[in-house]
């Protein structure tokens, strides 16, 4: 695997690393101990899929709060997505800013998001499939989440989105949300 740090503290770009024949290729996607030689927490309790019928469905921003902040590796295994975080740390230097990479299956690409960002994507093409790989259990009291359109963080989407659900939209601002 080959990672590469992004521009939000903590967060990573993992991509494959092949050993191909006539027959295609081989690659790990997640190893404890190469994530541990990054200083990462590679270790997780649940996995998860969120399937998405139609292109332009928006999903986010969604997190835990603390104690139960989530450490999560996304990959998109069908379609693609714009996948972005934001950065919801106190006192982190980074805090309200975002970043956000294409994921797809083509490019078989990973974010690691580190506990404290809020996570969420916008499907580029119909039938996207994104899996999930998360630290902790959900815990329903936790869950938090904050708006996909807040002006305040500016989120670059690569077009407008055609399906939000009603409890996404309803989401706080950066400036309301209860982060803890």
């Known amino acids: 695997m080959r990672f590469t740090a992004c521009p939000i503290d903590g967060a990573w770009l993992v991509d494959l690393e092949p050993a191909g024949d006539e027959r295609g290729f081989f690659a790990r996607s997640h190893c404890v101990s190469e994530f541990a030689a990054q200083g990462l927490d ?38 693609e997505v714009f996948d972005v975080i934001v950065d919801l740390r106190a006192g982190s230097p980074g805090y309200g800013r975002w970043f956000g990479t294409e994921l797809s299956a083509a490019n078989r690409r990973s974010l690691y998001i580190p506990p404290g960002c809020a996570h969420g994507f916008l499907t580029l093409t119909d039938a996207a499939e994104v899996l999930y790989m998360i630290s902790c259990d959900y815990v329903p009291g936790a869950a938090r ?20 659900s009603a409890r ?11 982060l803890r």
């Open 42 to 79: 590679g270790v997780f309790r649940q996995s998860s899929v969120s399937f998405n019928a139609r292109r332009g469905t928006l999903r986010g921003m969604h997190f835990q709060a603390a104690p139960h902040a989530e450490t999560k590796l996304v990959r998109c295994t069908a379609g």
């Open 145 to 164: 989440g904050l708006r996909w359109d807040d002006p305040a963080i500016g989120i670059g989407w690569p077009s407008a989105p055609l399906l939000v």
């Open 168 to 178: 996404d939209a309803a989401l706080p601002t950066l400036g309301a949300a209860a």
